[in-house]
């Protein structure tokens, strides 16, 4: 799963790094296509709410959509930024914005700025880890002023 970075001698990660080491885990994999790492973030009863879509609920489902995206967008860039961590002990909820841009891979070459807000709630897994267990997000147009 991720690795966290912590200095030598602090000891134990706070919940804010293990929240950002997971949005780098979900990033790291949007940005390679790596299904297997992505998949990896979330509980098995995971759900992500898609702005104007029906919802992706439990592991296969949220794979498919993954793999359809990223089958029709190369992603270049892309950036999660935490903006605040609700630790609630076995449910812990975060704020975030994300940042990034995609090029369509269909012949008109397309660049897509991908760009909103998320609200991420995580759960603790039987080992202690975090896993994403609920998730949604805006996106916002090139036009719209998202910060």
């Not at 390679?32 to 995971?46: E, F, L, M, N, R």
């Not at 498919?64 to 605040?84: C, I, L, P, Q, T």
């Not at 090029?103 to 896993?131: C, M, P």
Request: aromatic share 8%.
């Amino acid at each position: 799963m991720n690795v966290l970075n912590t200095r030598k001698g602090v000891g134990k990660p706070t919940t804010t790094d293990e929240v950002r080491a997971i949005f780098s885990d979900y990033s790291a994999a949007l940005l390679c296509g790596d299904a297997d790492k992505w998949i990896g973030v979330w509980a098995d009863d995971g759900i992500q709410l898609h702005p104007g879509e029906q919802p992706s609920i439990g592991h296969d489902e949220l794979l498919a959509e993954f793999v359809e995206f990223v089958e029709s967008m190369e992603v270049k860039r892309f950036d999660m930024v935490v903006d605040e961590v609700i630790d609630a002990g076995s449910l812990v909820i975060a704020r975030s914005h994300f940042n990034g841009n995609a090029i369509s891979r269909d012949d008109d070459a397309e660049t897509v700025v991908l760009h909103g807000h998320q609200l991420t709630v995580f759960k603790r897994a039987t080992d202690g880890s975090l896993v994403m267990f609920r998730d949604c997000y805006t996106m916002f147009s090139d036009s719209d002023q998202a910060e």
